[in-house]
């Protein structure tokens, strides 16, 4: 990545982005982690539907803010932007972690999305709200992005649904591809409005 753009992210690191709240649920803030988080995250990785399809394993918090650490080195070199998504207080303040989205190579012209959902905050529209937060920023803050692309495993109907409310369309099967996809898997697509 040249120099402009790991400026353009640093200066991005500072984002700190809402989605609005629901009639059944709070706003939400996402954030780039921080290493206090980490308790935070090793108690949602104890969810086995997490641990399903998570793509790395993370069994306690040492091994958590060694994940919070990945996800702020990301941030450094501008190949992975990833957020901690919180619900927010009525006072604005952060509350407890709901998600995660993270936005992965945003300086290629498809760069890839990901995301999971605490046990606690799940079937409150917390994964396709952050989303789609994410999504209409990435467009935003990197023009070059054309088309944002989700992958997940082909049996993963949580995450077809997330595309589809997102509008992610369904693209194509991919061929198994372990470890990351050790089944087949689902490519959807979201391109960019002008």
């Known amino acids: 990545m040249d120099e402009t753009a790991v400026r353009q992210v640093r200066h991005v690191r500072q ?11 709070p706003a939400l803030l996402l954030r780039p982690w921080r290493p206090e988080d980490a308790a935070a995250v090793a108690e949602a990785y104890q969810d086995p539907v997490l641990r399903r399809w998570a793509a790395v394993t993370v069994r306690d918090e040492s091994e958590a803010l060694a994940w919070v650490r990945v996800q702020n080195d990301g941030w450094e070199t501008g190949e992975r ?22 936005l992965k190579a945003p300086h290629e012209e498809q760069p890839e ?13 917390v994964a396709p709200r952050a989303l789609n937060t994410l999504t209409d920023w990435a467009f935003t803050a990197f023009p070059g992005a054309t088309r944002l692309r989700l992958l997940h495993q082909a049996d993963n109907s949580a995450s077809c649904r997330v595309a589809e409310k997102t509008g992610y369309g369904f693209e194509a099967v991919l061929p198994a591809a372990p470890p990351r996809f050790p089944d087949d898997g689902h490519l959807h697509v979201r391109v960019a409005t002008a």
Do not use: I, K, M, N
């Open 15 to 25: 984002t700190r982005l809402e989605a609005e709240a629901t009639a059944s649920a």
């Open 81 to 102: 932007l990833a957020f901690a998504v919180l619900e927010a207080q009525p006072d604005g303040g952060e509350g407890r972690l709901a998600g995660h989205v993270v």
């Open 113 to 125: 999305v990901g995301y999971w959902t605490a046990a606690h905050a799940r079937g409150r529209g």
